[in-house]
């Protein structure tokens, strides 16, 4: 998993009973002061919607921060450090993430922040964190413009220098959905819906590019309003428009609905999205029409990974009552960026925590590299992953299965 293979996470853990021995705290002025022998206590804030709609995903990210953190005590990880996480809750709304923001940045234990799971929200708080050059390590945006500008696809240039993420963004994933839908699928005709959403619309405009230069025919776009769960005026068009795949950029909540209502017009046709859609409540909510839907999500499937079966079979053994869903893994390696960057910080510093200790971890952050559980995790001049991998999965048998793995060609 990491160049040092996790220790399991025995019954114990399962139990609740692992004591994280946290003693002391950061001075005020940001330095590490010990109290006692537990020595000093290092908080990793995690912001992700943690109840509504998106709670499958964000409970998964929450999940597997925490199990990251014990692993660290546990193992001594960093010497004289003990890991806490602190979970607050944006409801998948921009205004709360930079409350949140605000909040972790208070908080002179927190020296880096795992989430959020919208580019919407991770959009509203870059600038909080920035400022306070406290680290942030997203497990799940994907909008190219965070990490890029948002000019990115003539001119790149890195907006925020505390900003990392381990996910591949929407200028590779929409792109490698086009191929798959128009190569493998042999779909030539799409109508394109999307959220309106900073995630969905930009997903939605590069798999449109990408769809349009292979030859692909857009017969037809639709804007949904995200808070509906009424997409039947959308399903006719869809039906009426001869489209043979339709292309969704948002998430479950709307697809799943969006799925069945499309079916039930007459419209006996697959609808793709991007890991917005990878969850288990997709199909639940799309119910038998979902079957022969496909998603594309960021990295090889988290159970074939040889480098994640200690993650699978931990998050197992520590009884968390939530799947670790489709950012897991991502979350735990966004996480361990964090605690690696950490250690290479007290590591530099005698010891201890510098005064400096956020910003050193910043700048230590821009070198993190290990074998972690999606793979090789570190970043590259952007703060974005070099890890480039995608899979696409379809609806099969009431489950997603593994249809495709690789890298976008372009």
Request: aromatic share 8%; net charge negative.
């Amino acid at each position: 998993m990491r160049q040092r293979s996790l220790i399991a996470i025995t019954a114990a853990l399962a139990a609740g009973a692992l004591t994280l021995t946290a003693c002391g705290s950061r001075d005020d002025d940001g330095g590490g002061s010990d109290s006692g022998s537990g020595g000093t206590t290092v908080v990793i804030g995690v912001d992700a919607p943690l109840t509504g709609d998106l709670s499958a995903l964000g409970l998964g990210i929450k999940n597997s921060v925490d199990l990251a953190a014990k692993t660290a005590n546990k193992e001594k990880y960093v010497e004289g450090i003990t890991f806490k996480i602190e979970a607050l809750d944006d409801q998948g709304q921009a205004s709360v993430g930079q409350q949140n923001a605000t909040k972790l940045v208070a908080n002179d234990d927190v020296l880096g922040v795992v989430g959020p799971l919208n580019s919407s929200v991770g959009e509203s708080m870059q600038k909080v964190f920035d400022t306070a050059k406290l680290v942030e390590v997203s497990p799940a945006n994907t909008n190219p413009a965070l990490t890029q500008g948002v000019k990115w696809q003539t001119e790149k240039v890195r907006p925020y220098k505390s900003y990392f993420r381990t996910a591949t963004t929407d200028a590779i994933q929409g792109p490698f959905a086009a191929q798959y839908v128009f190569n493998d699928a042999k779909k030539k005709k799409v109508f394109v819906i999307d959220d309106k959403k900073t995630y969905g619309a930009g997903l939605a405009a590069t798999f449109t590019d990408e769809f349009k230069k292979l030859g692909g025919q857009v017969v037809g776009t639709e804007h949904i309003n995200p808070d509906s769960k009424d997409f039947n005026a959308v399903a006719t068009k869809v039906k009426n428009s001869g489209a043979d795949v339709v292309y969704y950029g948002g998430e479950y909540p709307q697809a799943g609905p969006l799925s069945k209502q499309i079916k039930e017009a007459g419209a006996k046709i697959p609808l793709v999205g991007g890991d917005g859609i990878y969850s288990a409540d997709f199909i639940k909510l799309a119910g038998a029409a979902g079957t022969g839907d496909l998603a594309t999500s960021v990295g090889a499937p988290v159970e074939e990974l040889p480098s994640a079966k200690e993650f699978v079979a931990n998050y197992k053994a520590g009884g968390y009552k939530e799947d670790f869903e489709a950012y897991g893994g991502y979350s735990y390696d966004s996480a361990w960026a964090i605690i690696e960057a950490v250690k290479k910080v007290v590591e530099g510093n005698d010891g201890k925590l510098p005064d400096d200790a956020r910003a050193k971890v910043v700048d230590a952050m821009q070198d993190v590299s290990f074998d972690g559980v999606t793979g090789k995790v570190s970043f590259d001049e952007f703060g974005d992953a070099t890890n480039k991998q995608l899979t696409v999965y379809s609806v099969k048998d009431g489950d997603w299965t593994t249809v495709k793995s690789g890298t976008f060609t372009g």
